[in-house]
């Protein structure tokens, strides 16, 4: 399951410091950007990507021992595949 801001949506909020270059900054102000907003989806993006290779890793095992089995006995129910 991917993690996105709405995954937070209504929960309390903490107030941060986060340091940005000041000409990003400036540029997002100029555009109207929600800094709050985009840094809060940002984070919620890398957290979604570093959950997804924790999992993957803590999994490796079993993607090996899977593709072993298939390299050695093929794709079980291979047969009533129709392509």
């Known amino acids: 399951m991917a993690t996105t801001?709405?995954?937070y949506?209504?929960?309390p909020k903490k107030s941060t410091n986060v340091s940005l270059a000041e000409p990003l900054l400036?540029?997002?102000k100029e555009l109207r950007i929600n800094v709050s907003q985009a840094?809060?989806?940002?984070?919620?993006k890398a957290v979604a990507e570093k959950r997804a290779e924790i999992w993957q890793a803590e999994n490796q095992k079993a993607f090996e021992c899977w593709?072993?089995?298939v390299e050695?006995?093929?794709l079980p129910l291979a047969k009533y595949r129709g392509f």
């Open 5 to 7: 801001t709405s995954n």
């Open 9 to 11: 949506a209504g929960s």
């Open 26 to 28: 400036a540029e997002a």
């Open 39 to 44: 840094a809060e989806a940002g984070v919620a």
């Open 67 to 69: 593709n072993d089995y």
């Open 72 to 74: 050695k006995n093929g």
